[in-house]
């Protein structure tokens, strides 16, 4: 069994942008099981406010907000890039 994503590319104004860059992503099942089953086996990790700022460069660049709190981007300091919501 395969699932099929289809993501729309949304822009910094949470508006979704036009249909020649909507993908289509083919995942297999088992793929995405054992990827889920690997992520609830792993253990959170907690930062200090002082590094959350960092990584966010003090919290300058706003990807989005909802009910639960504003998102910013980040970059952990191995350079893999991250989002971090503040509640």
Do not use: C, W
């Amino acid at each position: 069994m395969f699932i099929r994503v289809i993501a729309n590319r949304v822009n910094q104004k949470g508006q979704s942008t036009t249909d020649d860059q909507t993908q289509t992503i083919t995942i297999d099942a088992q793929t995405m099981e054992r990827f889920l089953g690997d992520m609830a086996n792993e253990k959170p990790i907690r930062f200090l406010p002082q590094q959350l700022e960092s990584f966010t460069g003090k919290y300058s660049r706003k990807l989005g907000s909802g009910g639960f709190g504003i998102v910013y981007k980040g970059k952990y300091r191995n350079g893999v890039e991250l989002a971090v919501k503040v509640m």
